[in-house]
């Protein structure tokens, strides 16, 4: 039903930063909320951020508060992730992924099985 494709990964610096994007397509993408994760190798895939249909509503992990902005254009169907300060620690694959924007609360919205629809990944890599 929703289709998802990440892009914008690549290799950077420590302290730079790196917008990812997100596009959907299909038959529907409202009223889908719109989550990023990552995952390392060797790692369970971790929770990133999210957001609401209506923008109204944000959370992030703990590891990127305050580093990463999550943001959407729902006129394009897109999803973006401004990540900033990144570190060797944020190097993984990040993906994107929706739900019916029917989850609250930081446990419920950071679990990836509640999550329908995925993304493929873009690779974000951080090294010296």
């Known amino acids: 039903q929703v289709q998802l494709a990440e892009s914008g990964g690549g290799l950077v610096q420590p302290g730079d930063s790196l917008r990812l994007s997100c596009a959907a397509s299909?038959?529907?993408?409202?009223?889908?909320?719109m989550g990023w994760f990552r995952q390392a190798p060797g790692m369970d895939r971790e929770f990133v951020a999210r957001i609401s249909w209506s923008a109204d509503t944000t959370y992030y992990g703990h590891s990127v508060e305050g580093r990463f902005t999550i943001s959407r254009d729902n006129a394009k169907n897109m999803v973006y992730l401004q990540m900033a300060g990144l570190t060797p620690e944020d190097t993984a694959v990040y993906y994107c992924a929706a739900d019916q924007d029917r989850l609250r609360g930081i446990y419920w919205v950071s679990r990836p099985v509640e999550y329908e629809y995925w993304g493929q990944g873009t690779q974000v890599t951080v090294s010296s």
């Open positions: 299909g038959r529907t993408f409202s009223p889908d909320a």
